[in-house]
């Protein structure tokens, strides 16, 4: 069913995202950070997620306004580490994880 996909998938990404760290390849724990963070918006239906969508499409789609100051945060850090090619060390992963947990603790009381 499509529930166990979503499921299995938030499931993969929470595992992929520890072995990132274990390996110490943050920049990729990011990225999959904002993928998981993707599905939690998807899941609480704040966004429709589709593969061509873009960042600015969902941001669009977002229209609680704390929530949306949040995704842009998030984006802007996710955008500059990926695609910035910016190695980031423990100590800024550190912080860079923390804004994702406050925010998906933001959503799980939506």
Aim: hydrophobic letters at 35%.
């Amino acid at each position: 069913s499509q529930q166990f996909i979503k499921n299995h998938l938030y499931e993969d990404l929470t595992k992929l995202i520890s072995q990132a760290i274990e390996n110490k390849n943050y920049r990729l724990a990011v990225r999959y950070y904002y993928l998981q963070f993707l599905k939690q918006l998807e899941a609480k239906e704040f966004i429709v997620w589709e593969q061509q969508k873009t960042n600015e499409d969902y941001n669009s789609e977002i229209h609680e306004s704390t929530l949306k100051l949040s995704f842009k945060k998030l984006t802007r850090l996710y955008d500059f580490i990926w695609y910035g090619s910016f190695e980031i060390n423990e100590f800024e992963f550190t912080k860079v994880s923390s804004d994702f947990d406050s925010v998906t603790k933001q959503l799980n009381k939506k």
